[in-house]
């Protein structure tokens, strides 16, 4: 699962290896995960 | 054939057409309702709808909004988006969205009417162990409007009445040459002047007749 970071922004691969999560680029512990983009439904007005 | 306007006003007009064939009459009625063509919304992306409407309830209710437009700016394939984002109040209540938030790119189009109401929006507050929340209603759209015809579908159609009573004086009835008075009432929904209507169609069937005339021309 992509995560990002709060900080810089940048994306992080996130392993279940070690415990605690960190930014490896800033050290920023805040992480997000990467959602699609909004949906948009179009619909048909009749 | 001759016409007299009894009554006009802004978006209703009664006239008496005389001398003409009830079969005529009938044409311009039909041309009137089906083929004037006018500006409506026909797509919508929905970005949001967290409302109590359907998505569909919403871009029909969307599509029966009568848009006001130069139609001599559009052609068949022209588009105009607009678009419409809401949300409830802050507190415990609602707030009613009407068609003057529909926001058009081209400064030319909008609304005939600004009080048409589109949806309710309704905040409810709630308090669980002393945390009090708020939940709000929001939308967030983007309509597509473009030109179409009553035949295609009824938002098209520029007239809400339209029709015609055959006058029964005496005169009329003895009239043997099957021509009569018809007395018109038109009303528009906004969408597009009532005399340009009934212009509009008059032209519309001038032309369907020119290219039937052309058209058994090519045969012989």
Redesign the interface.
């Known amino acids: 699962m992509g995560y990002y970071c709060l900080r810089c922004k940048r994306s992080v691969e996130i392993t279940n290896e070690h415990q605690g999560a960190r930014c490896p680029y800033c050290g920023f512990r805040a992480l997000r995960k990467e959602r699609p983009e909004?949906v948009?439904?179009?619909?048909?007005?009749? | 054939m001759e016409v007299k306007i009894i009554d006009q006003r802004e978006n209703e007009v009664k006239f008496v057409f005389s001398g003409v064939n009830v079969r005529f009459a009938n044409a311009l009625r039909r041309a009137m309702i089906a083929e004037v063509p006018k500006l409506?919304?026909?797509?919508?992306?929905?970005?949001e709808n967290t409302s109590l409407l359907y998505?569909?309830q919403?871009?029909?209710r969307?599509?029966l909004i009568p848009l006001k437009a130069d139609l001599g700016d559009y052609s068949v394939d022209d588009r105009s988006t607009l678009t419409l984002k809401a949300i409830s109040p802050e507190r415990a209540g609602y707030t009613m969205v009407y068609s003057k938030e529909l926001i058009s790119s081209d400064s030319g189009v909008k609304a005939a009417f600004e009080n048409i109401p589109i949806v309710k929006l309704i905040a409810t507050e709630r308090e669980i162990a002393g945390v009090r929340t708020i939940a709000r209603q929001t939308i967030a759209l983007e309509?597509i409007a473009r030109l179409g015809t009553g035949k295609e579908?009824a938002?098209w159609q520029p007239v809400t009445t339209c029709g015609y009573k055959i006058m029964s004086s005496e005169e009329a009835r003895s009239d043997l040459s099957n021509k009569k008075s018809v007395t018109f009432t038109v009303e528009g929904d906004g969408s597009v002047p009532v005399d340009e209507i009934v212009t509009e169609a008059a032209r519309i069937m001038r032309k369907k007749c020119e290219s039937m005339v052309d058209g058994v021309k090519s045969i012989k």
Request: net charge negative; charged share 40%.
């Open positions: 909004e948009v439904k179009k619909v048909k007005a009749e | 409506a919304i026909d797509e919508v992306n929905i970005h998505d569909e919403l871009a029909l969307l599509a309509a579908h938002k």
